[in-house]
């Protein structure tokens, strides 16, 4: 049983950076471990080790990020008292870790969900102030009036506050299908704009987040994150 690891990896899964950059901290003294100032690549370290990183002690659990496809009759819980499909039944073989959903889609509702055991990562993509970017393909019952469109850009009053879409138009000049950008944390939030002008909404499937798309992922299926991707949601390069 391994009981310890390289230092460059220990201070990678605490989520600071990755490996290569952890080595650039090392080196030039930023990593304190038991008290002592380390700057020798290589050193290993134990998981019961204090390693810390401008004064702050990490937690060396490896991070997860993993992006699924959501599909139909699945919520966004860890557990469901009905016994419903849940989307960590979706993710399960995914790791050992336990992975929380980031922020929710509703039963109904498909597209991309954003799954991870990294809270710091997760509070800043679902913080209000965050203005995290979701893009939303929806399909309605009955044609949307043109009108309602510039209205829903404009900002409609709903019970928790005013919500507006950044961007809103048809989709391949359908009226029936709509795309909207939208960055409001709101919940459920594109269902209330439709609903708020009498539109039953057929389907409603979340093809953005935060910079990331459903390229190459089945309805149901996932993938990891790259470290690249994972680098520029935490520098907010995706939006």
């Known amino acids: 049983m391994q009981t310890t690891i390289r230092l460059n990896r220990y201070i990678s899964n605490a989520g600071v950076c990755s490996r290569r950059d952890a080595?650039?901290?090392?080196?030039?003294?930023?990593?304190?471990?038991?008290?002592?100032?380390?700057?020798?690549l290589g050193t290993q370290v134990s998981l019961k080790d204090d390693v810390r990183y401008k004064g702050k002690r990490l937690n060396p659990e490896r991070k997860v990020y993993v992006l699924l496809n959501k599909p139909k009759d699945t919520?966004?819980?860890?557990?469901?008292?009905?016994?419903?499909?849940?989307?960590?039944?979706?993710?399960?073989?995914?790791?050992?870790?336990?992975?929380?959903?980031?922020?929710?889609?509703?039963?109904?509702?498909?597209?991309?969900?954003?799954?991870?055991?990294?809270?710091?990562?997760?509070?800043?993509?679902?913080?209000?102030?965050?203005?995290?970017?979701?893009?939303?393909?929806?399909?309605?019952?009955?044609?949307?009036n043109q009108e309602h469109l510039k209205q829903i850009a404009k900002g409609v009053k709903l019970e928790d506050g005013i919500a507006k879409a950044d961007e809103i138009s048809y989709v391949d000049n359908d009226p029936r299908q709509v795309g909207i950008e939208i960055h409001s944390g709101k919940n459920r939030v594109v269902r209330r704009l439709f609903e708020h002008f009498g539109y039953k909404i057929e389907k409603l499937d979340r093809v953005y987040f935060a910079g990331l798309t459903k390229k190459n992922i089945s309805r149901g299926k996932w993938r990891f994150l790259t470290e690249k991707e994972v680098t520029f949601l935490k520098a907010g390069i995706l939006g």
Do not use: F
């Open 23 to 40: 080595d650039k901290l090392i080196l030039s003294g930023e990593v304190v471990v038991n008290g002592n100032v380390v700057k020798e």
């Open 75 to 144: 919520v966004t819980t860890l557990s469901d008292p009905e016994g419903r499909k849940t989307v960590i039944n979706l993710v399960e073989s995914a790791c050992e870790e336990r992975i929380y959903p980031v922020g929710r889609l509703d039963r109904q509702t498909t597209g991309l969900l954003l799954l991870t055991n990294d809270g710091d990562l997760s509070k800043k993509l679902t913080h209000p102030s965050s203005k995290t970017k979701k893009i939303y393909h929806v399909v309605t019952e009955q044609p949307v």
